[in-house]
């Protein structure tokens, strides 16, 4: 790639931020656009729907920007809880790293690659045409003394890091300490569940276990509920809570039209009638439901409350049974953070499906690129003429052939990308979680290997599965075929920085998918519930921790990435302190708990970057340097057994 | 190796093991040699020594042979305890799963080698000159219908061991909790050790702990101890114990001289009075540094104990600080299981040690046969010529020329594993346990590893160093590898069985260093303190484990190793319950705990035979049998994590 190319997508791009800043600034001030743009000011009704006209909604501002920029974390802590916090700080984490190693690569090592003769030496009179090439390590001379000063940087720039992840974790964890000694006493935190409660012939679930607390707990235990099978009961209930919102809100705006045709040939009814009718109904069938629940269907799973927090502790700590299977006892999730689908009493099933979901993660994962592949060769010029023939006369224009065989694939690969955290929340919902939370930050870490492996290391090793997976097989050719493969690909990726992580943010401070969703629904919508979404972590943690892993790898290959990561970085804090204040409210708190995720991930990056470094240094015939480094992925490992030691399970 | 080989050191060995089962029976009978032989009945006051003589004494008896074969497992159980009931276990638990084996082996898979002709036919008429391959895997013909036959044997084998690992592991854990249930309390159930106990500046440990624990658990807190510096002491009581045992001695039999000069040249003393003084000396010293306990150094680890077992378990599983590396609580150990000398309350000093006894472990397993070799190089001939020139005359003999270069790099290596058991001890009593169990147990692990990389791969790929570690840097190699190199050495492992394992156990019976060390001692030794042994666990469960290796490993290749391994089972279950009987007595009791150490083995055991089969078809050419082969490790694993899932921590 030259530098001109580089150049030409880093002004479109910048072009496009641009326009989506402008864009946003003055669509997100339309009242219309509120339930998108600002649901959580609306839900708090802090945002009144302002009807009038007024000439400041056509101006694009910037206000929002500092604002955002300027967020205090004990604001973000207030207002959001302590995941949000989490999420930023991991933002700002990343850029004090990349602040530091962008001063080192861009004024140390950028020269020192400028000035080597490897491949072949700057044109400076014409800098645009040259190869990106020349600015990476590929430039530098083999055997140039030079190369110490990458060593140099490796270690520094991992002894920074691994400082900065040490305080962080501190931070956190204290963080996470101050959180639990200032919530009030919830209910969840008196409760545990039970799961695989043994039952005897004679005796049913909910004896068995007021049977095993008061004998083993009898000063601390409170009472118990038995988990039963209850579908129906929660879909007419869920019905209900439908119904008598819509109801409320005929009823506080009675200037609306409120009478209607039920079905298509039916007579003229007053919806507040219709709707009270239909409620007193459900409300029948919710009380026959509710006296035949003790009938239904009870598991073996119960949650059992204590009497103090204490006591639900030490039930919670205790190993209950001398079976490890049976009275399996876990945390209480807050009410609202339960997720009943899929759940499960039994160990031994609990335990399969997770089986069973780990294979399919790894399969998914693995041979994700397959089907991928065989829709995009699918989707060439003859296959849409033959399916869409009305499209012909436009496709055999040559520039829209362009476009579409250009940009098709890429599209399909984005779409196909875009379903992954769905599909990995869903893997990781059957896969036995009582709680959202749980669910959630199971997702984030398939996600995020898939992203590695799917996006890393598939344009790192070009070539088949098998041939992709062997390479892992022999751990010990590893360095060399990362030193020879990862360098060749530093163009594409710091070109990834530009278009996929700056158009992607800006898609989140624009927030298309929804903007289009509200604006097909709006015409059809006649009651506005105003739902505040949350913010899927699971899709963003690992997207972020993706760009940290490009920085951590290509800092010293290819200096020339981080500025264009920093602005990413930039962008997303702005972007993302934005959509807190405006967007996304918590609805449960996992408090803190995604962070050893970013913290795994940052030391595999930085063991990955030991990996490469050895390898090049080899492949410069400096195999003094890389002998040297070999200390270096054992301590950083080590260095992260004692943050396991020291700041797990908090 | 020819059959006739074979049979010559079957010969030899099954000669010297009557001949150690006859002189032990006369030997153990002479009431001389009661101290070495029956320790245990001795301390009991069981057995007297009689010192008159009987004809008896001179006729071997086989008696003891079928009492100690017949002896039930509630008997040594009861007075043994549960270790030595699971060690018995462990070897009825091999010959069980060999006996089906070696049936299936003999039976089936013998005949099957027999008749293949991929080495060459076998020559019926003269079997003794038939190479010990035929009746190997290697004869079967590549692409034969039969090896069908040997698939089947290593699938049925493995489940039949999963199956009979299951029920062990249950039966094992049944009896743990009825030991627990039947064991009387005892003070140190109540007590928990806590290390890394936070010091400020003006409190002393002491009154740390005593505030921590009257706040946070003050309804069972009961009290504490701080563990002080206090090697002196300890000498001194020691001291004291010595001389007022060997007082006692003196004094309950005044029949004996219990006159003595002191020092080469001193007067003649009356030893009770002797004794009698120093005593009282030491006595005062030991008041005198008692009173000067409270100032000698305080460690930062306390023990404390709680009003009952509910409580102590309590503070043990719950995490007491929210910094883990403080206040990190364990269960105490027996009082007489504590170990001292290398005692470390922090948690950092811990952890540290533990990480560089890891290393020298691993370099000490990797690198140990390096320095045997040298030791085996330097004592050549002409060497010894130099170093000893009186043994010149003798060893100008040709017969005892070939006798020492023959035995003596043997001799060397035998010497040097000797030494291993203790230096692993040694490096696991460093790594920061508190109890001679639990270091015994590490030290079990480690010899177990050590055994498995020094004989078995040691053996099968000979080589370098650097070229057997780079085998397992490439995993996907390692079956292929397996395959070639494992059948290759059967016919060394089947005669190692017979050579070093029914020597070794002969041996064990026959106490040969403990009898030399009476002998060297009986003359010096005036007052006899009879010290009643136990049995090193980590020395000789290793060695059973490492011969069910070989069994799993080799029944389908060399299906000749069974008869002979079960024989050296039985002799193992015959001499060991007679030593339990006679000369062991436990000190502690890790209440089974050795179990899974047994359970692991087998499951690598197995996992290990899988891959050699693998290896093996696809050398056959049998590629549909190595590819249904692949289940069957990833089964057995599976197998082994539900069981950890099942039993763990019981």
């Known amino acids: 790639m030259l530098v001109s190319a580089l150049l030409t997508s880093l002004g479109i791009n910048s072009g496009l931020c641009v326009l989506f800043f402008l864009l946003y600034s003055i669509i997100s001030k339309q009242p219309s656009n509120y339930e998108v743009y600002v649901p959580r000011l609306l839900a708090k009704g802090n945002s009144r729907r302002r009807s009038h006209f007024n000439l400041e909604r056509l101006i694009p501002s910037t206000g929002w920007i500092k604002r955002a920029w300027k967020r205090s974390e004990e604001d973000i802590l207030s207002s959001s809880g302590l995941d949000a916090l989490v999420f930023m700080r991991i933002i700002s984490f990343s850029l004090r790293v990349f602040s530091f190693a962008g001063i080192i690569g861009v004024f140390v090592l950028l020269p020192v690659n400028c000035m080597g003769t490897q491949l072949h030496e700057i044109d400076f009179t014409d800098l645009s045409n040259n190869s990106l090439d020349l600015f990476t390590i590929s430039n530098v001379n083999i055997g140039s003394k030079w190369l110490w000063i990458h060593f140099s940087a490796v270690y520094i720039v991992t002894i920074f890091i691994c400082y900065q992840l040490y305080n962080e974790y501190k931070y956190i964890s204290s963080e996470r300490i101050a959180y639990f000694y200032s919530s009030k006493p919830q209910p969840h935190q008196f409760t ?79 919806l507040v009638d219709h709707y009270g009718k239909k409620l007193v109904d459900i409300e029948q069938s919710v009380r026959l439901e509710q006296s035949n629940v ?24 205790l190993p209950q049974s001398t079976n490890p299977t049976q009275w399996v006892t876990e945390q209480a999730p807050e009410p609202d953070d339960v997720y009943w689908p899929f759940f499960s009493s039994s160990f031994m099933r609990t335990w399969i499906s997770k089986l069973v979901v780990i294979v399919a993660c790894i399969l998914l994962t693995i041979l994700f690129l397959i089907p991928v592949v065989v829709v995009q060769g699918l989707t060439n010029l003859s296959q849409l003429e033959t399916w869409l023939p009305f499209l012909k006369s436009i496709l055999t224009i040559t520039f829209f052939g362009q476009v579409i065989t250009g940009y098709l694939p890429n599209l399909i690969l984005q779409l196909f990308l875009k379903i992954v955290p769905p599909i990995m929340e ?41 041939s992709k997976v062997s390479i892992f097989l022999e751990p010990k050719n590893i360095p060399a075929k990362l030193a020879v493969a990862v360098p060749a690909q530093a163009s594409f990726f710091i070109a990834y920085v530009v278009t996929s992580g700056w158009t992607s943010i800006s898609s989140e401070l624009f927030r298309i998918i929804p903007l289009i969703f509200s604006l097909v629904t709006r015409c059809c919508k006649n009651t506005d519930e105003l739902e505040v979404p949350s913010l899927p972590y699971h899709r963003d943690i690992p997207k972020i921790l993706f760009f940290g892993l490009l920085g951590i790898t290509y800092f010293f290959l290819a200096p020339l990435i981080l500025p264009f990561l920093l602005a990413y970085l930039c962008l997303a804090y702005i972007i993302f302190s934005n ?8 609805k449960y708190e996992t408090a803190g708990k995604f962070w050893p995720i970013v913290h795994n991930s940052m030391i595999f990056s930085l063991v990955l970057m030991h990996a490469i470094a050895i390898g ?35």
């Open 192 to 270: 545990i569940l039970v799961r695989g409660i043994p039952v005897s012939v004679c005796s049913s679930v909910s004896e068995s276990v007021e049977t095993f607390f008061t004998e083993f707990h009898p000063t601390t235990y409170l009472s118990h509920m038995v988990v039963h099978r209850t579908s129906k009961l929660r879909n007419l209930i869920n019905e209900a809570k439908t119904l008598s919102k819509r109801l409320l809100h005929l009823q506080s705006e009675p200037s609306q039209h409120t009478y209607r045709h039920i079905g298509l040939f039916g007579q003229r009814v007053d």
């Open 294 to 317: 003790s009938l239904a269907e009870e598991t073996r799973a119960a949650f059992v409350s204590f009497k103090s927090r204490y006591g639900a502790a030490i039930a919670f700590h």
């Open 426 to 466: 869903f893997l990781s919902s059957i896969q036995g979680y009582i709680s959202h939370s749980d669910i959630e930050k199971s997702a984030c870490k398939k996600v995020l290997w898939f992203t590695i492996w799917n996006i890393f290391f598939a344009t790192v090793f070009s070539g088949s599965v098998l």
């Open 579 to 586: 959509q807190f204040i405006n967007v996304y409210m918590p």
């Open 616 to 650: 090049i240094f080899t492949l410069k015939k400096l195999s003094i340097a890389s002998t040297l480094l070999f200390p270096l992925p054992v301590l950083t490992l080590l260095f992260n057994a004692y943050c396991r030691k020291r700041f797990l399970p908090i």
